[in-house]
């Protein structure tokens, strides 16, 4: 008797563990999906408000961007990241437009469940190892908490400080299954408080505090995010006891591209471009750079951001090109001689890459890639004037 006994026990132990590996109908394996040559975009836009020791500083809408191409990934579904964050403002006058500031690229280690290795002179991401999934099954209304790092670092009276780094505990809570257009997406909500006081001496800054909820949209196939919303508050106490507090909502929107083919665009564009005079395309690390040299046709005056009418064609017949990258960001770049003040330089060439923009993209862009401008004055210099009097324009990776 107790032989069958135990028989019938070990059996019975046996089909729990063969149960227990099947999913059931709501549970999902939720996790980061890697596919080298990919490209994610995040774009998101910030809806801030200032505090200064209680009152009403200023209001201020933010936009941010990320690019992370995925450059290899481990046969342990470790991805290697080369993650760029833009710094931009908006320009007024040329719908959907933003003039690039600058830009940081750090190469992070992301494993499927999101947990990343980030260099430790890197200021962003600033909010790392979020979001991040258990290494189990979970379903609707399944509540995990994983820990996080908040990263800072701050300029003040054009001194930087930092980085200040602070851990979270983050609640994250499934809250539900929705179908889109017939995808499967997972509604979770995230949640955490930091409190980071700051002890080291002379330091500006001595506490920084403040919460964060989100929600977020996962896109459960394809194993990325759809959609992220915010609201949050934080507060930072001064060394002299002021207060300076940031509350508001964010909204980031994600869509996926593939790499560049960057050989056969740059070929592409020079077949088609061949009978255009003073455009000059190459491959480079960061895209296909089109340069609009001016030697023997001037496209500007000196001093001077307006195109010339005789040279209009050039960018007209450049736009036509262009129509084939709608899904790429573009970043124009004005140069100018070496005349007058460094301030005026900058101010000139910002206008000159406006100029180029509003005939290539006279209604804003179509399509979901983005348009950046930036004037660099004469700090990236070839020779001669004409030459430096000129416009690059570079179809982002």
């Not at 729990?16 to 999913?23: E, P, T």
């Not at 201020?60 to 990320?66: G, K, L, P, R, V």
């Not at 999101?114 to 979020?130: H, T």
């Amino acid at each position: 008797m107790d032989s069958k006994m135990k028989v019938i026990r070990f059996s019975v132990f046996s089909i729990m563990i063969l149960v227990s590996g099947i999913l059931t109908a709501d549970e999902q394996e939720i996790a980061f999906s890697h596919t080298e040559g990919q490209v994610l975009h995040a774009d998101s836009l910030v809806d801030e408000t200032v505090y200064i020791d209680g009152y009403l500083s200023h209001q201020a809408e933010i936009d941010e961007f990320s690019v992370s191409t995925v450059r290899s990934v481990s046969d342990e579904g470790i991805a290697v990241l080369d993650s760029s964050f833009r710094t931009v403002e908006r320009v007024d006058g040329i719908p959907g437009t933003l003039e690039w500031i600058s830009s940081e690229t750090v190469r992070i280690e992301r494993d499927s469940s999101g947990l990343m290795s980030v260099p430790e002179d890197a200021s962003r991401p600033v909010l790392r190892n979020v979001p991040r999934f258990p290494d189990y099954p979970v379903k609707p209304g399944d509540y995990w908490s994983l820990p996080a790092e908040e990263v800072h670092i701050f300029r003040i009276r054009k001194s930087l400080y930092g980085p200040y780094r602070g851990q979270v505990q983050v609640l994250y809570n499934y809250l539900e299954n929705l179908e889109i257009e017939g995808q499967t997406y997972a509604r979770i909500s995230i949640q955490y408080n930091i409190y980071l006081p700051v002890r080291s001496a002379n330091e500006p800054i001595k506490l920084i505090t403040g919460q964060s909820f989100q929600e977020l949209l996962w896109d459960i196939e394809n194993g990325k995010p759809e959609l992220k919303t915010e609201d949050f508050e934080f507060m930072m106490v001064m060394e002299d006891g002021r207060t300076q507090e940031f509350v508001g909502k964010s909204r980031t929107t994600y869509r996926l591209n593939e790499t560049l083919n960057s050989t056969g665009a740059a070929e592409s564009l020079k077949s088609e471009l061949k009978t255009v005079p003073g455009i000059f395309i190459e491959q480079i690390d960061d895209g296909v750079m089109l340069s609009v040299i001016e030697t023997d046709h001037i496209l500007f005056e000196a001093e001077s951001a307006i195109v010339s009418e005789d040279q209009r064609y050039r960018l007209e017949k450049l736009a036509r090109s262009l129509e084939a990258y709608t899904d790429r960001d573009i970043l124009i770049s004005g140069h100018t001689a070496d005349y007058g003040t460094f301030e005026g330089r900058k101010y000139l060439s910002r206008n000159r890459a406006a100029a180029v923009a509003d005939l290539l993209f006279p209604g804003g862009r179509e399509g979901t890639g983005k348009l950046f401008l930036r004037g660099a004055g004469n700090t990236e210099p070839l020779g001669s004037d004409k030459e430096d009097r000129r416009v690059e324009i570079l179809i982002l990776d």
